[in-house]
């Protein structure tokens, strides 16, 4: 008889399990998103735009607040270390 011994999910599955979880997420959001257009085209009513990535455009009202290191990735920018001091401004 084999033991009851429990054991130990590896990172790697994990990681495979939480990269399905968000792809399901996604697909669930595209189709909401496309559900509501749909309903608001039958409706007469003007669907929200919505971005490449699914999110609805902001009005222009006021920009959403964005964490500096998701501002300089969102921006093709690398975020520096914390322990890497600044470049010189003259060079």
Do not use: C, F, Y
Not at 8 to 13: D, G, H, L, M
Not at 14 to 25: G, L, P, Q, T, W
Not at 26 to 44: F, H, T
């Amino acid at each position: 008889m084999g033991s009851n011994k429990k054991r130990q999910q590896t990172i790697s599955k994990r990681n495979r399990e939480r990269a399905v979880e968000e792809k399901r997420r996604l697909k669930r959001e595209r189709k909401q998103a496309a559900a509501a257009e749909r309903a608001a085209i039958r409706d007469g009513i003007e669907p929200p735009a919505v971005a490449v990535d699914g999110a609805a455009i902001h009005d222009g009202a006021e920009p959403p607040e964005v964490p500096v290191e998701h501002a300089a990735i969102r921006d093709g920018i690398e975020p520096q270390a914390a322990s890497e001091p600044p470049p010189p401004d003259g060079e």
